[in-house]
C-alpha cells in the first residue's frame, strides 16, 4: 500500500501549480511585447516587430511558466 500512495502524491505533485506575482508580471510582459510586436508588423517595421515577437514568446512565456 505504501507503493500506491508514493504514486499518488508524485502525480498530484505534478499537477499541482502555483504562480505568484512574478509568474503574472512575466506572462503580462510577454503578452504586451506580443501586442507591441504585432502591431509594428503591421505598420511595417521589419527590425523590431520580429524581436519583440521572439521575446514574447521564446523569454517571457517560457519564464513566467519556469519560475517559481
Given at each position: 500500500m505504501?507503493?500506491?500512495e508514493k504514486k499518488e502524491k508524485k502525480s498530484e505533485a505534478?499537477?499541482?501549480v502555483k504562480f505568484?506575482?512574478?509568474n503574472y508580471l512575466?506572462?503580462?510582459a510577454g503578452?504586451?511585447?506580443l501586442i507591441i510586436?504585432?502591431?509594428l508588423l503591421r505598420t511595417g517595421d521589419i527590425v523590431l516587430a520580429p524581436i519583440l515577437?521572439?521575446?514574447g514568446y521564446l523569454v517571457f512565456f517560457p519564464l513566467?511558466?519556469?519560475l517559481k
Amino acid at each position: 500500500m505504501a507503493k500506491k500512495e508514493k504514486k499518488e502524491k508524485k502525480s498530484e505533485a505534478l499537477i499541482e501549480v502555483k504562480f505568484t506575482k512574478k509568474n503574472y508580471l512575466l506572462f503580462g510582459a510577454g503578452l504586451i511585447s506580443l501586442i507591441i510586436g504585432f502591431i509594428l508588423l503591421r505598420t511595417g517595421d521589419i527590425v523590431l516587430a520580429p524581436i519583440l515577437l521572439v521575446l514574447g514568446y521564446l523569454v517571457f512565456f517560457p519564464l513566467g511558466i519556469l519560475l517559481k
